[in-house]
Structure formats: C-alpha cells, structure tokens
T-cell receptor
C-alpha cells in the first residue's frame, strides 16, 4: 500500500536532549512537509522540501532541523534549542508542480519529561 | 498574501441533518486549489474534497460537497446526512499557483448529536 509512515507514535524528550522524528513515503512525491499542531490549534509549517538535498524554513523553524538525503525520507530533529516542543507533529507529502492535495502521515506526539 | 479564514470554532448538528462549515480565502493568484481535511480525535488528517479555481462545477464526494463562490472567495463544506462518525475537526486549506506551500485555516470542531 502506498502511503506515509511516521515513527514513533509517541516520543518522550528529556531536558537538553535532541530527538528525531521519522517520516517515510512511498508515493514517489517530490515535496515533503513537517507541521506542528498544538492542542486545539491549526497546523503551522516547520520545514518543507521540494527536492533531495534542498529544504526551506517554514513559519516556525527555530529549534528544528531537517535533512532530505533520499526522496522517500524527511526526518525532523527537535533540538534542545526548542524550549516548548510538546506538540503533535505531522508529516505530509505532495506532487510537484500542481495543485494536488497533500497526504499526511499518522503523526507523532512529542512529550517533554 | 495568502490567507484562509474559518470563523466557526465549534459547530453542533443533529444526526442525519446537513451542516455547512464556512471557509473564506484570500489570494491574488488566479490559479489555486482549495481543500478540506477531516481530523478525528486520533489525529490523522484525512483529505475530503478538492476544488480548483477554474472548475465550473462545485466538487462533490459522496456526502461531502463544496459550495464554491468565487466572487465571494468562499469555499464552504457541506456535509449531508450527518453521522456520529463525522464528529471531528475540519480544516480548510489552499494551495496557490505552482507553489509548494499549503495555507491552513484554524479549523472548526464539529460535534454530531444523536
């Protein structure tokens, strides 16, 4: 089945620790995205990538980093510089160019211990 | 600047009734796509329906239809014959031109009452 997988489903971070959220897609999509969602809120764009080895900052990139070494993979690292990382993180992908929809993974809930 | 506005934080509907969720958008690009997504309590975002700016007909997908009024820049979602499983957050979104960014509204929480 084609789709987007995210792991882990739940992630716990200790103070001062970097953690990495995984996102993999087998839809052969060029573009991939990371969003943050706080309780009761909408989606805010962290980073997006149009092509391998290239990515752009979104609205709230501070304290986060990404890589795009393969078309299928777009991991997100939440660094210790992100002081309030507790949130729900959604990964998505879409075809480029065009006006097609995004498809989303199931999400990762990050909690700070 | 691109913007999506959803003015209804919460809505209630009786089971089997129809409900309309409002969405207005702002863009100066003549080419854009409008989307609705459903987010149940489990968190996944489910794509529901798409409307292109050049589409002459309103989009329909089963019980979902999109009331597209281009002059008013509105793209309201209509859910017919509401079911208990329709209770969720609903997000309106827009993609512009050949852009790779999606712009989301703040969402509407729909509760279906038995």
């Amino acid at each position: 089945d084609g789709g987007i997988t995210q792991s882990p489903k739940y992630l716990f971070r200790k103070e001062g620790q970097n953690v990495t959220l995984s996102c993999e897609q087998n839809l052969n999509h060029d573009a991939m995205y990371w969003y943050r969602q706080d309780p009761g809120q909408g989606l805010r764009l962290i980073y997006y990538s149009q092509i391998v080895n290239d990515f752009q900052k979104g609205d709230i990139a501070e304290g986060y980093s990404v890589s795009r070494e393969k078309k299928e993979s777009f991991p997100l690292t939440v660094t210790s510089a992100q002081k309030n990382p507790t949130a729900f993180y959604l990964c998505a992908s879409s075809i480029l160019p065009g006006l097609e929809t995004q498809y989303f993974g199931p999400g990762t809930r990050l909690l700070v211990l | 600047a691109q913007k999506i506005t959803q003015t209804q934080p919460g809505m209630f509907v009786q089971e089997k009734e129809a409900v309309t969720l409002d969405c207005t958008y702002d863009t100066s690009d003549p080419s854009y796509g409008l989307f609705w997504y459903k987010q149940p309590s489990s968190g996944e975002m489910i794509f529901l329906i798409y409307q292109g700016s050049y589409d002459q007909q309103n989009a329909t997908e089963g019980r979902y239809s999109l009331n597209f009024q281009k002059a008013r820049k509105s793209a309201n979602l209509v859910i017919s014959a509401s079911q208990l499983g329709d209770s969720a957050m609903y997000f309106c979104a827009m993609r512009v031109g050949d852009g790779n960014q999606f712009y989301f509204g703040t969402g509407t929480s729909l509760t279906v009452i038995p």
